[in-house]
């Protein structure tokens, strides 16, 4: 598939995270494309952020969040009008753990071995996953270095920000070892 096929909904997702006090924010920017391959409309959203959000947890939840819009009563953009959703993140791991958990179905898929501890995050990947199989259209999720993923991407990140400065909902799980590690 083309990164700016005209068939694909394309969304940018930026996550964004602070300390003092700690809290992160989600960004989004829903992209349509003419057969040009040239932005016709564009849709911005940035929902209310989290206490405790961490970095990479942003980074999932906002392509979690993108997604569960998409199937919301009143959707950002019509999904009827494309075959598949192409969602561009500067957070290689989402892309890399999407490929490996998409074919997930339950919580034992999350784990590091099948007696082993919760991957990081594994509350924010399997929302994320919910959201794939909820909008009942192909996804895939493409890395782009973020110094390179070009005006859209940086929309999304300056949301991101927006988000995580303005009101905060709780964590959306309990601050482990790794994450206390993760804001340092």
């Known amino acids: 598939m083309h990164l700016f096929d ?10 964004s995270s602070f300390d003092m006090p700690v809290r992160g924010g ?3 920017r829903y992209v349509v494309l003419d057969h040009h391959g040239r932005t016709v409309n564009t849709c911005d959203v940035a929902p209310v952020g989290y206490e405790l959000g961490t970095p990479g947890q942003m980074e999932i939840q906002a ?14 953009v019509d999904l009827g009008q494309f075959r598949h959703i192409s969602l561009i993140t500067d957070y290689s791991t989402l892309a890399e753990g999407y490929r490996t958990y998409r074919r997930s179905v339950g919580d034992e898929l999350f784990r590091d071995g099948p007696e082993g501890t919760p991957v990081p995050h594994a509350r924010s990947w399997m929302a994320l996953m919910r959201a794939v199989r909820a909008v009942r259209k192909p996804v895939e999720i493409h890395w782009v270095r973020g110094n390179d993923a070009g005006p859209h991407h940086e929309a999304a990140h300056h949301l991101a920000r927006r988000s995580a400065n303005g009101q905060l909902l709780p964590p959306l799980e309990p601050l ?4 206390a590690w993760e804001l340092r």
């Open 176 to 179: 482990e070892i790794e994450d």
């Open 63 to 76: 392509a979690a969040v993108a997604l569960s819009l998409l199937r919301a009563p009143m959707p950002p």
């Open 26 to 28: 989600v960004g989004i």
């Open 6 to 15: 005209h068939t694909a909904l394309h969304i940018f997702t930026d996550g």
